[in-house]
């Protein structure tokens, strides 16, 4: 039975502004196509058949399509090292034909992951993986977000999130999620603090997260009562079962705004991945 | 009067660990000159004549001297615009007999400091100013530190200050200072918060610092009660006058540990761009 005493927090959904975004992205590309006669180009680089990989990558292929903007799939098999990698992402990279690289990570036991992104072209980089995207991000400088953190700012700004001078704690550190969102939160005046495995007493520094991005990859790491009252919480964990890091029903008691897992910051990581394939081509085409 | 029943903190002298440093610096520089002929050259780049910039330039230089590292002192004009700054340092970046490259920072006011930085080639900043060097200190992949945070990780592990699980405390968020010290703190697995000017109550959050860096550049901000009892600070502040970003005489009372100004952080700094630079034409030369 729910207790209708309790308070209960408004969702962040990010399936209505992700297709408001898509809508806009696709409008983009159709207009390009009509001044200039070309289609964007999202390549998508996959290594090996990993079911989720798989999925995924089809996933975004699918909504390529529904945007106007042509996917060219490259599958690699399972093994392939990083030296063909390289390779392969130094092709597209040089192709006029196309706009925007994805590769779809993890690219296996085999691959040297940060040598294979760094053979992106930073201009065609619409899923801010490369050193220069995120240095970019850090700086305030042109260039992609990663994906998901730009998907996460985007999300706060449609709910208008307050972001200056408000305490945001990042639970994750990695190089394409929690890190780069950390400094996209603080490239918006957000005190920021990055807690990971290693830190010490979690709980009582997410009591003092004003805005809280549960970025980790654990099942639930985060419960109701570890929440400050009225936080905002994004939850960008994602989990076999459609499970986030953060446990929905008790922090939904707690938060004034929660993002549901799915339909929260996932079909924004696509759109902006859209969005910026779009913008790719654009500036390729020296528009933009 | 002084109170002697107050605990009082042990100094974090880096002098004597900045003087060692450079001993093995120039024992390198002279190994490298006998096995190559080669004696590493920093190129010092300076616009303008603001009187604190010659000095620093000028100290620089003569540390490079006693190191045994030649330096190319190459001054411009006041009002110096980006392209021809850029022009210069693509120049020293082309040239083999230039090593390292240091523009000395402020570049003056008619100049896109950011250009002129990423203008200096990676394998030759070793002052770690391009977003190259900042992605490789956030990522821990293989580049040059900035200066100053590259000296305080070297100070840190001097007087064996655990960073593990343990709170660390960036006050400002500069491209060369805070944000590269954050990042090399989360590295080496502390939770890290930076604080900045639109931080809401400052002092509550550095009551919480196992470790604090003070690097915003405000003389006497941080004082000692805003300190946790026994917290290690870092103070990176310099101001007119020799006065740090912390209020020494009250923060000794209360931390463990804290370094001096000047004569703490200043002089690391100065000994990991010559460590740096002999390091950069070791790696040019194909050695090292």
Chains 1, 2 share one sequence.
Do not use: W
């Not at 830190?199 to 009562?225: M, N, Q, Y």
């Not at 994004?234 to 897992?261: C, M, Q």
């Not at 859209?274 to 500036?283: G, M």
């Amino acid at each position: 039975m729910t207790d209708r005493s309790r308070p209960s927090a408004r969702l962040m959904d990010g399936t209505a502004p992700a297709r408001r975004l898509t809508e806009a992205t696709a409008a983009a590309a159709a207009d390009l196509r009509l001044r200039t006669g070309v289609t964007p180009c999202l390549a998508t680089v996959l290594v090996g058949e990993d079911p989720a990989s798989v999925t995924y990558v089809r996933m975004k292929r699918a909504r390529c399509e529904q945007a106007g903007i042509r996917s060219r799939h490259v599958p690699l098999p399972a093994g392939t090292g990083t030296s063909r990698l390289v390779d392969v992402l130094g092709e597209l990279s040089a192709d006029p034909a196309v706009h925007g690289i994805l590769l779809q990570h993890p690219a296996g036991p085999d691959v040297d992951e940060r040598a294979a992104f760094e053979a992106i072209a930073p201009a065609k980089d619409v899923d801010g993986v490369t050193t220069h995207s995120f240095a970019a991000m850090s700086f305030g400088l042109p260039g992609f977000a990663s994906c998901t953190p730009g998907g996460i700012m985007r999300l706060l700004d449609e709910y208008q999130v307050e972001l200056a001078g408000r305490h945001a704690v990042v639970v994750g550190r990695s190089a394409i999620l929690g890190k780069p969102a950390g400094m996209l939160l603080l490239g918006r005046d957000a005190t920021v603090t990055y807690c990971h495995s290693r830190t010490a007493d979690l709980p009582s520094i997410l009591r003092e997260a004003d805005v809280l991005l549960a970025a980790v990859g654990r099942p639930e790491l985060i419960r109701g009562e570890d929440l400050k009252p009225g936080a905002v919480v994004i939850d960008a964990g994602y989990n076999p079962g459609n499970v986030g890091d953060v446990h929905f029903a008790s922090a939904r008691e707690r938060a004034a705004l929660i993002t549901p897992v799915p339909g929260g910051v996932g079909p924004m990581t696509i759109a902006v991945l859209l969005a910026q394939t779009v913008e790719a081509a654009e500036r390729q085409l020296g528009l933009g």
